[in-house]
């Protein structure tokens, strides 16, 4: 353990250390999906996707919706991009997916980065709503494979977070199955639908990045996946 001139234990040098760039809107491609700014050009497909193709409960962890109507969603999208440090983005399908069901450039879903912190290189992946026909396929991991290699190894971010209510299991699942490190209990952390929200925080570091990326590589190759696209091998992040 380190310590200063006065014995006291602290942390280990970062050398050459300087803040990260921004993350900022940018478009994203995969073998089953891709990720790119959400906005007017995508807008329909994905209300199409998560609002009119899914059912209400989708939307019961997230801060706003289920929602009725285009405007509606418009308004939660815009409500988006007001956020300060938020990057919304559009999951939409990629070239070739019939295995998945899926016709090239068909809404899926949303996934936000957000808190973003360049100067400690720190962003948080969020606001996540997978419609039924991102769930549980091969382009739901790979689209949070693709944001999260963007912020390690594009832009040299030092930490990746996922936070949910504590109440959201399928949530818990995900972002362990995805490979992050369960960190802890925000206790009466948000009121949000007029109900309280216990926050469960959850964190990937850019050294656990360098050990995951193989991982990730390894299961995501066409080699894994039968001719029905189904997985040969189970991610198994978890175990890493």
């Not at 285009?70 to 990629?94: Q, T």
């Amino acid at each position: 353990m380190r310590t200063n001139e006065h014995g006291q234990p602290i942390g280990d040098e970062v050398p050459g250390w300087t803040p990260r760039p921004p993350v900022e809107p940018v478009m994203l491609t995969g073998r089953t999906c891709r990720v790119e700014p959400l906005g007017e050009g995508n807008l329909d497909a994905v209300y199409d996707a998560v609002c009119v193709q899914s059912p209400p409960e989708t939307w019961t962890y997230i801060t706003g919706g289920p929602y009725e109507d285009r405007n509606g969603f418009a308004g939660h999208v815009a409500g988006l991009h007001a956020l300060a440090a938020c990057v919304p983005l559009a999951i939409l399908a990629a070239e070739g997916q019939a295995a998945e069901g899926q016709a090239e450039g068909q809404g899926l879903g949303i996934a936000c980065y957000l808190r973003i912190d360049p100067a400690n290189g720190s962003a948080e992946v969020g606001g996540i709503v997978m419609s039924p026909a991102l769930q549980r396929t091969t382009a739901a991991t790979e689209s949070m494979y693709l944001m999260m290699r963007h912020v390690f190894e594009d832009l040299g971010y030092r930490r990746y977070e996922w936070k949910c209510d504590s109440l959201n299991e399928p949530s818990r699942r995900a972002a362990v199955r995805y490979g992050f490190t369960y960190e802890g209990r925000f206790r009466n952390a948000l009121v949000y639908k007029g109900r309280n929200r216990d926050t469960d925080w959850f964190s990937v570091t850019d050294d656990e990045w360098r050990r995951l990326r193989p991982a990730y590589d390894a299961w995501l190759d066409p080699a894994n996946f039968d001719d029905a696209g189904q997985q040969r091998r189970s991610l198994g992040l978890a175990t890493l």
